[in-house]
């Protein structure tokens, strides 16, 4: 796990009550952000908020303020759909081409709120609307004439005005004659840092991926886009299809000839094989004993009927995905759309599949005192498990290769 940060600075109302929080980028305990791409600033600020901390610990019930760059605004990449929640900030720097523009009308028409800098909002975007706009007003680049010209000309019913970096009782004292509606800056509050904890890109991505394969709604053609898109993962699919581990006489030359040939669900245990096996900085001993476990609540479901054997391998190989991940188990099952069954297995060995889990485990563990009293007996577990030893050691050099 790495650290994770974001700057958070409350937004007051007239009473001054909390109405919402900015959140700001930070990469360091220290209170300042250095970046030089807005776009992964703004990807860091959602992500940390979002996954790592959680947006209801940082803000609660408030509104989050978050500045988004053009990219954003145009769609290249998602804003959170907590359309009643987030605030768009835009930044003085964005161009407000027509294309901005209308980019803004439509993410206004869905319901966000949008924040801008008052000489944008004059410039671009000073009509009547039913929807909401906060304009911001830089109270250190404007004297008392100028300030009052331009709130004049904001009297709309669908703007809220917003004094920003007040730093002295002078100044709130100036601004609260002028009747803004919300008020933020050092007087109030400095940006607090607030640390979190989360996994590495790579890792996020490969949870991203293991949401698809374990999505009952996802169809083979979905996955193949997905396999098929990197190139590291697609080449070793295909060659452990290829592989003597399934003896076929025909070589499978792509994805969607192996689904044809070795069946949809075996495809999606192999490419969820796969993707586990990729992550490195963990050794390999650790992914070893995950396909022991698989391998053996596998073939103990001949032995307890009502479980699933594909639902018991699942069980089994994701019941090390937290030490793969260096996360607890129950924030990576909040991230997966596993069924209920699986899940209780896997956090509590709940119900026949935990029983099941809970069996394998004790066995390889070398306790087979615990794994006798939901019925299955020892010399299965021990035959079981020997079988399993042997796939495990087969299977691991031929997922690993690249």
């Not at 331009?150 to 009297?155: H, N, V």
């Not at 479980?307 to 018991?312: E, I, R, Y």
């Not at 607890?328 to 069954?341: F, G, T």
Request: glycine fraction near 4%; hydrophobic fraction near 40%; aromatic fraction near 8%.
């Amino acid at each position: 796990m790495q650290d994770t940060y974001v700057g958070s600075q409350p937004i007051y109302n007239k009473e001054l009550a909390i109405y919402a929080y900015q959140l700001l980028f930070r990469n360091n305990d220290e209170n300042n952000a250095s970046f030089s791409d807005g776009d992964q600033a703004t990807s860091e600020v959602i992500l940390n908020s979002l996954t790592d901390i959680g947006l209801d610990k940082l803000v609660g019930n408030h509104k989050a303020c978050i500045n988004f760059t053009r990219n954003f605004i145009l769609g290249e990449y998602p804003i959170p759909a907590l359309k009643r929640q987030i605030i768009i900030e835009i930044q003085a720097d964005v161009t407000l081409d027509n294309e901005i523009i209308e980019a803004l009308h439509q993410l206004s028409e869905k319901g966000y709120t949008l924040a801008l800098p008052a000489p944008l909002f004059l410039k671009y975007f000073n009509t009547p609307s039913e929807h909401l706009y906060i304009v911001k007003f830089d109270t250190t680049k404007y004297n008392h004439a100028q300030l009052e010209s331009m709130i004049e000309e904001l009297r709309l019913d669908n703007v809220r005005l917003l004094a920003e970096k007040i730093e002295s009782q002078h100044e709130f004292n100036v601004s609260t004659k002028m009747d803004f509606d919300y008020y933020q800056g050092y007087f109030f509050c400095h940006p607090s840092i607030i640390k979190g904890r989360g996994m590495p890109a790579n890792k996020i991505q490969l949870v991203q991926l293991l949401q698809k394969l374990q999505d009952d709604n996802t169809d083979s053609k979905e996955i193949d886009r997905l396999v098929s898109s990197d190139v590291s993962l697609s080449f070793r699919l295909l060659r452990y299809a290829n592989s003597s581990m399934f003896g076929l006489n025909t070589r499978i030359e792509s994805i969607q000839h192996a689904v044809t040939l070795l069946g949809w669900n075996a495809i999606r245990m192999i490419t969820t094989l796969l993707v586990l096996s990729s992550i490195d900085d963990k050794p390999p001993e650790l992914f070893r004993q995950g396909l022991i476990r698989a391998k053996l609540c596998e073939h103990l479901t001949k032995y307890k009927h009502r479980v699933d054997k594909n639902m018991a391998f699942t069980a089994g190989l994701l019941s090390i995905i937290d030490a793969l991940l260096d996360t607890p188990m129950d924030e990576i099952l909040a991230q997966l759309p596993l069924n209920n069954k699986l899940t209780q297995a896997l956090l509590n060995h709940e119900g026949e599949l935990g029983e099941l889990l809970h069996d394998s485990i004790a066995y390889i563990y070398g306790k087979p005192e615990e794994a006798k009293k939901f019925g299955v007996e020892i010399v299965i577990l021990r035959e079981s498990y020997l079988k399993a030893l042997v796939w495990a050691n087969a299977t691991l050099p031929a997922l690993q290769e690249h």
